[in-house]
């Protein structure tokens, strides 16, 4: 499941580390011509990926896409959600669920639409805790201070 709160510096340095070993792929890596993930791609994944670290979210999966580009993949326990930055410099997200009704869109260019898009699956993935309680801690441990 999607980690939501302090994972500190191990978790941003795992998502960059992620994104600098999948920048190192070659077109054809899957064996049936994909292409690589290009800068424009990867540029575009590193700012996403600076702006979930900003919010505390972290993917349960970074991967490149058969179509050219990098995808972030989100689970939660309502639904999924992803992130896909294509070789063209266009931005997709999904959210979906066995519950919520599926919707894919493109996000238009400039940082507040990729922000409200973010946002989107922040609410997706934030479970709604109780005053007095805090994540992190396990399911149904009370904060204590």
Known sequence: MTRIGRQGERGEMQTKSRLDELAR???DWDGAGA???NAQSIGNARKIADELEAR???PDKIAVSVEGGIGFTFKA???RAYIECDNDGEIFVAIYGAELPAKTWRVPDGK????SAIGKIEELLT???PTGWQG??????????
């Not at 992190?136 to 201070?145: A, F, H, I, L």
């Open 25 to 27: 792929y070659l077109p």
């Open 35 to 37: 292409p690589a993930p």
């Open 56 to 58: 505390n979210l972290h």
């Open 77 to 79: 326990k309502v639904g």
């Open 112 to 115: 507040n639409k990729l922000l």
């Open 127 to 129: 479970p709604i805790i």
């Open 136 to 145: 992190e801690r396990g399911e149904g441990e009370p904060y204590s201070s």
